[in-house]
Protein backbone atom coordinates (compact mmCIF):
# COMPACT_ATOMS: atom_id res chain seq x y z
CA UNK A 1 0.00 0.00 0.00
CA UNK A 2 3.22 2.56 0.65
CA UNK A 3 4.43 1.69 -2.48
CA UNK A 4 0.93 3.04 -4.33
CA UNK A 5 0.97 6.30 -2.10
CA UNK A 6 4.27 6.70 -2.97
CA UNK A 7 3.92 6.26 -6.58
CA UNK A 8 0.82 8.40 -6.79
CA UNK A 9 2.75 11.40 -5.08
CA UNK A 10 3.09 14.48 -7.57
CA UNK A 11 6.94 15.49 -8.18
CA UNK A 12 7.03 18.93 -6.68
CA UNK A 13 4.26 21.13 -5.67
CA UNK A 14 3.26 25.04 -6.33
CA UNK A 15 4.96 27.69 -5.47
CA UNK A 16 3.42 31.09 -4.12
CA UNK A 17 5.22 34.28 -4.41
CA UNK A 18 3.49 37.51 -3.10
CA UNK A 19 5.51 40.08 -5.58
CA UNK A 20 3.27 43.10 -4.46
CA UNK A 21 2.03 42.42 -1.05
CA UNK A 22 -1.89 42.14 -1.34
CA UNK A 23 -1.64 43.23 -5.28
CA UNK A 24 0.63 40.24 -6.91
CA UNK A 25 0.71 36.85 -6.05
CA UNK A 26 2.54 34.68 -9.13
CA UNK A 27 1.97 31.01 -8.69
CA UNK A 28 3.95 28.46 -10.71
CA UNK A 29 4.12 24.60 -10.08
CA UNK A 30 1.43 21.82 -9.80
CA UNK A 31 -1.74 22.71 -8.53
CA UNK A 32 -3.33 19.81 -7.26
CA UNK A 33 -4.88 18.32 -4.05
CA UNK A 34 -1.30 18.05 -2.37
CA UNK A 35 -0.31 22.02 -2.73
CA UNK A 36 -3.68 23.50 -2.43
CA UNK A 37 -3.55 24.17 1.13
CA UNK A 38 0.07 26.22 1.09
CA UNK A 39 -2.12 28.17 -1.96
CA UNK A 40 -5.35 28.73 -0.46
CA UNK A 41 -3.57 29.90 2.83
CA UNK A 42 -1.11 32.58 0.33
CA UNK A 43 -4.22 33.77 -1.55
CA UNK A 44 -6.59 34.27 1.36
CA UNK A 45 -3.66 36.09 2.90
CA UNK A 46 -3.52 38.40 0.07
CA UNK A 47 -6.87 38.95 -0.16
CA UNK A 48 -7.15 40.23 3.27
CA UNK A 49 -3.87 42.20 3.33
CA UNK A 50 -4.70 44.56 0.22
CA UNK A 51 -7.05 46.62 -1.33
CA UNK A 52 -8.30 46.34 -5.12
CA UNK A 53 -7.89 44.13 -7.50
CA UNK A 54 -5.73 40.90 -6.51
CA UNK A 55 -3.73 40.14 -9.88
CA UNK A 56 -2.94 36.23 -9.66
CA UNK A 57 -0.63 35.16 -12.39
CA UNK A 58 -0.82 31.75 -13.09
CA UNK A 59 2.12 31.33 -15.99
CA UNK A 60 3.39 27.85 -15.85
CA UNK A 61 0.77 26.48 -13.64
CA UNK A 62 -0.01 22.73 -14.51
CA UNK A 63 -3.89 22.63 -12.83
CA UNK A 64 -3.56 18.82 -12.14
CA UNK A 65 -6.88 18.05 -10.47
CA UNK A 66 -10.53 20.12 -9.37
CA UNK A 67 -9.02 21.40 -6.02
CA UNK A 68 -6.80 23.18 -8.67
CA UNK A 69 -10.17 25.06 -9.72
CA UNK A 70 -11.50 24.86 -6.32
CA UNK A 71 -8.88 26.87 -4.92
CA UNK A 72 -8.99 29.31 -7.51
CA UNK A 73 -12.45 30.14 -7.43
CA UNK A 74 -12.70 30.07 -3.35
CA UNK A 75 -9.96 32.56 -3.37
CA UNK A 76 -12.20 34.98 -5.84
CA UNK A 77 -14.99 34.51 -3.76
CA UNK A 78 -13.14 35.89 -0.56
CA UNK A 79 -12.24 38.47 -3.09
CA UNK A 80 -15.30 39.43 -3.55
CA UNK A 81 -17.17 39.42 -0.16
CA UNK A 82 -13.93 41.06 1.18
CA UNK A 83 -14.86 44.26 -1.59
CA UNK A 84 -12.04 43.19 -4.36
CA UNK A 85 -11.69 41.72 -7.85
CA UNK A 86 -9.44 39.05 -8.38
CA UNK A 87 -8.09 38.65 -11.51
CA UNK A 88 -6.00 35.60 -13.58
CA UNK A 89 -3.18 36.46 -15.57
CA UNK A 90 -0.67 34.68 -17.91
CA UNK A 91 -2.73 31.60 -17.91
CA UNK A 92 -1.07 28.82 -19.85
CA UNK A 93 -3.35 27.40 -22.89
CA UNK A 94 -3.93 24.10 -20.85
CA UNK A 95 -5.38 25.63 -18.12
CA UNK A 96 -7.21 28.31 -20.01
CA UNK A 97 -8.81 25.11 -21.46
CA UNK A 98 -10.04 23.32 -18.67
CA UNK A 99 -11.21 27.05 -17.17
CA UNK A 100 -13.15 27.09 -20.63
CA UNK A 101 -14.47 23.53 -20.58
CA UNK A 102 -15.87 23.97 -17.09
CA UNK A 103 -17.53 27.42 -17.89
CA UNK A 104 -15.31 28.87 -14.64
CA UNK A 105 -14.79 31.57 -17.35
CA UNK A 106 -18.29 32.71 -16.52
CA UNK A 107 -17.01 33.14 -13.12
CA UNK A 108 -13.47 34.31 -12.76
CA UNK A 109 -12.28 37.20 -14.57
CA UNK A 110 -9.57 35.84 -16.92
CA UNK A 111 -7.09 38.90 -18.46
CA UNK A 112 -4.30 37.70 -20.68
CA UNK A 113 -2.76 38.15 -23.82
CA UNK A 114 -3.63 34.88 -24.77
CA UNK A 115 -7.28 35.12 -24.34
CA UNK A 116 -7.19 38.75 -26.76
CA UNK A 117 -5.03 36.49 -29.11
CA UNK A 118 -7.77 34.07 -29.32
CA UNK A 119 -10.81 36.66 -30.29
CA UNK A 120 -12.05 36.74 -26.70
CA UNK A 121 -12.97 39.97 -24.88
CA UNK A 122 -10.23 40.29 -22.18
CA UNK A 123 -12.83 40.23 -19.76
CA UNK A 124 -14.64 37.03 -19.76
CA UNK A 125 -15.94 37.08 -16.35
CA UNK A 126 -20.01 36.58 -15.84
CA UNK A 127 -20.42 35.79 -20.08
CA UNK A 128 -24.23 36.20 -20.11
CA UNK A 129 -25.52 32.65 -21.06
CA UNK A 130 -26.92 32.03 -24.42
CA UNK A 131 -31.04 30.88 -24.12
CA UNK A 132 -32.87 29.89 -26.20
CA UNK A 133 -35.96 31.88 -27.36
CA UNK A 134 -38.20 31.76 -24.31
CA UNK A 135 -35.51 31.70 -21.36
CA UNK A 136 -35.00 29.41 -18.94
CA UNK A 137 -37.96 27.53 -19.08
CA UNK A 138 -37.43 26.94 -23.27
CA UNK A 139 -34.07 25.71 -22.42
CA UNK A 140 -35.26 23.48 -19.26
CA UNK A 141 -38.25 22.01 -21.08
CA UNK A 142 -37.59 17.91 -22.27
CA UNK A 143 -38.47 17.59 -25.76
CA UNK A 144 -41.88 15.92 -27.02
CA UNK A 145 -39.65 13.13 -28.30
CA UNK A 146 -38.34 11.99 -25.35
CA UNK A 147 -38.72 8.04 -24.42
CA UNK A 148 -38.63 9.38 -20.66
CA UNK A 149 -42.01 9.90 -18.86
CA UNK A 150 -42.41 12.76 -17.68
CA UNK A 151 -42.61 13.59 -14.19
CA UNK A 152 -46.13 15.44 -12.58
CA UNK A 153 -45.44 18.42 -11.73
Known sequence: MARRAARAAPPGGATVVEEDPGRLVRITG???????PEVRTALHAA?????????????GVVVADATGLGVLVGAHRRAQRAGREMVLRDVPPPALRLVRVTRLHRV????DERVRAAGAPPQVQHAPAGLPAGGREAQNRR?????????AS
Do not use: N, Y
Open 47 to 59: VDRGSGPLVVSVD
Open 143 to 151: AETSSMPRR
Open 30 to 36: RLDVHSV
Open 108 to 111: LRVD
